[in-house]
T-cell receptor, first 116, second 111 residues
Framework: DTGVSQDPRHKITKRGQNVTFRCDPISEHNRLYWYRQTLGQGPEFLTYFQNEAQLEKSRLLSDRFSAERPKGSFSTLEIQRTEQGDSAMYLC??????????????FGPGTRLTVL | KQEVTQIPAALSVPEGENLVLNCSFTDSAIYNLQWFRQDPGKGLTSLLLIQSSQREQTSGRLNASLDKSSGRSTLYIAASQPGDSATYLCAVRQGADGLTFGKGTHLIIQP
């Protein structure tokens, strides 16, 4: 399967702990996005990378959140000092965007985070 | 700030019916619009992408239209099947950042 993959699929942690999620995009895609989805809501944009550069951050991305995409390949999203309000599904997406724009986004299966 | 609204929030119809899901957005300066389906507890599956210069896209039993000037899109599902049961999400892209999503339409197709 050459789609977007995410690891782990589920994570349960205690409040105050740090967690890290990984996303592997479709190999030729140059853009990678992180979203967060809570129950009954549509996904909300967090941040995105063009190759290895992080170009946009939503105001939802507090200073406890950090994302990296070393070498423009896989990406990690770390949450420090987790809070119960961080419980959500974290979704990763990738797309191929050229000079003509476009860029259909393809999503991974998500990582469901539960903070106790 | 872009806002996306989907109507209805939930819909239940008998198998075999044709149906229309609606999506509206407040800022017509979009780059493209995507329709997704999401099964419970799963990620999103892309159904159709419509560029801002296009009026509609078709894939199998699905047809999506876009009226950018009025800020509306519709997803038409022909001859619905129980396997079509899912939440359908509409999302628009503005500029270089991420998608703005509606809350979705929860669709149930009764066998």
């Amino acid at each position: 399967d050459t789609g977007v993959s995410q690891d782990p699929r589920h994570k349960i942690t205690k409040r105050g702990q740090n967690v890290t999620f990984r996303c592997d995009p479709i190999s030729e895609h140059n853009r990678l996005y992180w979203y967060r989805q809570t129950l009954g809501q549509g996904p909300e944009f967090l941040t995105y990378f063009q190759n290895e550069a992080q170009l946009e951050k939503s105001r939802l991305l507090s200073d406890r959140f950090s994302a990296e995409r070393p070498k423009g390949s896989f990406s990690t999203l770390e949450i420090q000092r987790t809070e119960q309000g961080d419980s959500a599904m974290y979704l990763c997406a990738s797309s191929l965007v050229g000079l003509e724009g476009g860029g259909e986004q393809f999503f991974g299966p998500g990582t469901r985070l539960t903070v106790l | 700030k872009q806002e996306v609204t989907q109507i209805p929030a939930a819909l239940s119809v008998p198998e075999g019916e044709n149906l229309v899901l609606n999506c509206s957005f407040t800022d017509s300066a979009i780059y493209n619009l995507q329709w997704f389906r999401q099964d419970p507890g799963k990620g999103l599956t892309s159904l159709l992408l419509i560029q801002s210069s296009q009026r509609e896209q078709t894939s199998g039993r699905l047809n999506a239209s876009l009226d950018k000037s009025s800020g509306r899109s519709t997803l038409y599902i022909a001859a619905s099947q129980p396997g079509d049961s899912a939440t359908y999400l509409c999302a628009v892209r503005q500029g270089a950042d991420g998608l703005t999503f509606g809350k979705g339409t929860h669709l149930i197709i009764q066998p």
